[in-house]
C-alpha cells in the first residue's frame, strides 16, 4: 500500500503517518510544496525513530508523481463530500490513498476530475468541519489491509 500526502502542512501530522507507515510496511509519498521543512522538530519527534524504518519519497509536485503510477493501481482520493464512503470500495496492494492538505483538503478540479475514486469518511455532527488527517491516513490504511487479510503481520 502506498498513502500519499499532497502539500502536508502541519509537522506532527506527516511525523504520526511516518510512524503508520513505518509499522505498517506502507510506503509514503510526500508531495511538495510543504508545509515545513524536513527538519522540523514536530516532525521528527512524531515520527520518533521510525523515520529510518519508512520507505519514502519526496516529490516536486503532483504531475511527477502521478508519471510513475501504474496504471494497474488506484489512486483513492480521500476527501469530504465523496459519492462513496471508504468501506465500499475493493482496495489492491499497489493502490495508492491520496490526502490533501490540512486547511483546503484536495484540489477540487482533482476531485472532481476522478469522481469515481474519491471516497469519504462518513461525519455525524454537521459542526465538525473534518477529522485530523493522521487519523483518517489510519482508518483508510488500516481498512484496505484488512481486506487484503493484514498482510505481513507479524
Not at 84 to 108: H, I, S
Amino acid at each position: 500500500m502506498n498513502i500519499v500526502l499532497l502539500e502536508p502542512e502541519i509537522p506532527p501530522n506527516t511525523g504520526n503517518i511516518a510512524r503508520l507507515c513505518a509499522a505498517t510496511k506502507t510506503k509514503l509519498h510526500l508531495i511538495e510544496p510543504f508545509g515545513f521543512q524536513l527538519d522540523d522538530k514536530q516532525l521528527k519527534r512524531a515520527g520518533m525513530d521510525y523515520w529510518q524504518q519508512v520507505e519514502w519519497k519526496r516529490w516536486p509536485n503532483w504531475l511527477a508523481f502521478r508519471a510513475q503510477v501504474s496504471p494497474d493501481s488506484k489512486l483513492w482520493l480521500i476527501e469530504s463530500n465523496g459519492p462513496r464512503n471508504y468501506t465500499e470500495v475493493a482496495y489492491g496492494p499497489e493502490d495508492y490513498l491520496v490526502f490533501g492538505r490540512e486547511t483546503a483538503g484536495l484540489p477540487k478540479n482533482l476531485l472532481g476530475e476522478n469522481r469515481e475514486t474519491w471516497l469519504r469518511i462518513p461525519m455525524f455532527n454537521p459542526a465538525s468541519r473534518s477529522l485530523n488527517l493522521s487519523n483518517c491516513a489510519a482508518l483508510v490504511l488500516f481498512e484496505a489491509l484488512r481486506q487484503q487479510s493484514f498482510p505481513g503481520e507479524i
